[in-house]
């Protein structure tokens, strides 16, 4: 039994083997992101509701990507707050209905949050908005206010970033070519707060 589960876009390939040795490296840049793995969230991580089990989820999640078809988009460098991530190049309506779907599909299975988790995911200046999705959905960063983004380094600070870019620039694998989410990743939190891919379900939807 995991403590939480989430449903991550895990990059294969030339660009999840970067994202691999990126976060692996064992600096101190990376300490953060690489406890999640190289991902993109799709719903956010929840704990288990009474009554469901991670098989039950596994199920739901295997029949959601059965009717969803894969999402192609094109992915840049760019700095969100104060790190850096990949993050998607112009239209991002198929990318948004495809985690729509899943914050929606798996709501059942998400356990209501604690006030003390509630306090933690506050943030300085949050919208209305983004209150009020955290407070019905465990997470304010959906639907309209979904931002897909691969996260590579926790808070650069500005005098470093310019040298980060550029040994980011040199490591990436050619971002020309596009990136297709073509599964659904069920990732569980251990007991060390290490996330690991339980399964990966195809996209297999028209």
């Given at each position: 039994m995991y403590k939480r589960y989430a449903i991550y876009d895990?990059?294969?390939?030339?660009?999840?083997?970067?994202?691999?040795?990126?976060?692996?490296s064992g600096a101190a840049l990376v300490e953060r992101p690489?406890?999640?793995g190289f991902h993109a969230t799709l719903k956010a991580p929840f704990s288990l509701a009474e009554g469901q089990s991670e098989g039950g989820l596994a199920g739901a999640v295997e029949a959601l990507a059965a009717g969803l078809a894969p999402v192609e988009i094109t992915l840049?460098?760019?700095?969100?707050?104060g790190f850096l991530a990949l993050v998607p190049r112009g239209d991002s309506e198929a990318l948004n209905?495809?985690?729509?779907?899943?914050?929606?599909?798996?709501?059942?299975?998400?356990?209501?949050?604690?006030?003390?988790?509630?306090?933690?995911?506050l943030r300085p200046n949050m919208s209305e908005r983004k209150l009020?999705?955290?407070?019905?959905?465990?997470?304010p960063h959906v639907f309209d206010d979904f931002r897909y983004h691969l996260t590579l380094t926790?808070?650069?600070?500005?005098?470093?970033?310019?040298?980060?870019?550029?040994?980011?620039e040199a490591a990436l694998p050619?971002?020309?070519?596009?990136?297709?989410?073509?599964?659904?990743?069920?990732?569980?939190?251990?007991?060390a707060g290490q996330f690991h891919i339980l399964q990966r379900f195809p996209l297999s939807g028209a």
């Open positions: 895990c990059p294969e390939g030339a660009l999840g083997a970067f994202g691999s040795a990126w976060l692996g690489a406890r999640y840049e460098l760019a700095r969100i707050g209905r495809l985690a729509g779907a899943c914050v929606l599909e798996l709501e059942a299975f998400r356990a209501p949050m604690s006030a003390a988790e509630y306090e933690r995911k009020e999705n955290l407070k019905r959905w465990g997470y926790g808070p650069v600070a500005q005098g470093a970033r310019e040298a980060v870019v550029n040994q980011l050619d971002l020309g070519a596009p990136h297709v989410i073509a599964s659904l990743c069920l990732c569980g939190e251990d007991a």
